[in-house]
Antibody, heavy 121, light 107 residues
Framework: QVQLQESGPGLVKPSQTLSLTCSVSGGSISSGSHYWSWIRQPAGKGPEWIGRIYTGGSTNYNPSLKSRVTISIDTSKNQFSLRLSSVTAADTAVYYC?????????????WGQGSLVTVSS | DIQMTQSPSSLSASVGDRVTITCRASQTTRTYLNWYQQKPGKAPKLLIYGASSLQSGVPSRFSGSGSGTDFTLTISSLQPEDFATYYCQQSIRNPYTFGQGTKLEIK
């Protein structure tokens, strides 16, 4: 059973960089049929897709966040990471990491439990 | 961006009822349409992918249909554990986008 777990600071100051890591267990992050994504959800709102990375390192980002987002992957540690720069209060949300299955029309089939990140001074 | 619009936004129903939730896309997504269930404080859970394929382990009372721009999620006989918020999501084009959600409450 694949499991994902987010980790990182729960509080980030405005204008600083948000950094989160997702650790994957129960399966290899190098699997050829999977991508790895970050999704966020502000309180009381629907989810927003941030971006995804493939095992080889190729990335796709939501255009609305592209200038501030970097997603990277470390296959040796079975982890992938998110960096979001120049944060504001609008970036306060629960951040999820998720697996994308390309054999299932790119659905998010496994999710982490979520990590609440608050942007505040 | 492809806008996903769900209706209704909220719904009250009783155990045993048949319930249908609708999702409309602003442009065609073919069958690149997925449904998720989310309970308070939990991550979304994949129910249906490809508009009509049931994710492994999901009860057969859940079903999905549609293609192009109009889709439905049906729960044939509501169980107490089904009261939650449901989201549709398109996966045909970047950025992947979700509907605003349908909150299913106990009548």
């Amino acid at each position: 059973q694949v499991q994902l777990q987010e980790s990182g600071p729960g509080l980030v100051k405005p204008s600083q960089t948000l950094s989160l890591t997702c650790s994957v267990s129960g399966g290899s992050i190098s699997s050829g049929s999977h991508y790895w994504s970050w999704i966020r959800q502000p309180a009381g709102k629907g989810p927003e897709w941030i971006g995804r990375i493939y095992t080889g390192g190729s990335t796709n980002y939501n255009p609305s966040l592209k200038s501030r987002v970097t997603i990277s992957i470390d296959t040796s540690k079975n982890q992938f990471s998110l960096r979001l720069s120049s944060v504001t209060a609008a970036d306060t949300a629960v951040y999820y990491c998720a697996r994308v299955d390309s054999d299932m029309v790119m659905a998010f089939d496994y999710w982490g439990q979520g990590s609440l990140v608050t942007v505040s001074s | 961006d492809i806008q996903m619009t769900q209706s209704p936004s909220s719904l009250s129903a009783s155990v045993g009822d048949r319930v249908t939730i609708t999702c409309r896309a602003s442009q065609t997504t073919r069958t690149y349409l997925n449904w998720y269930q989310q309970k308070p404080g939990k991550a979304p859970k994949l129910l249906i992918y490809g508009a009509s394929s049931l994710q492994s382990g999901v009860p057969s009372r859940f079903s999905g249909s549609g293609s192009g721009t109009d889709f439905t999620l049906t729960i044939s006989s509501l169980q107490p554990e089904d009261f939650a918020t449901y989201y549709c999501q398109q996966s045909i084009r970047n950025p992947y986008t979700f509907g605003q959600g349908t909150k299913l409450e106990i009548k």
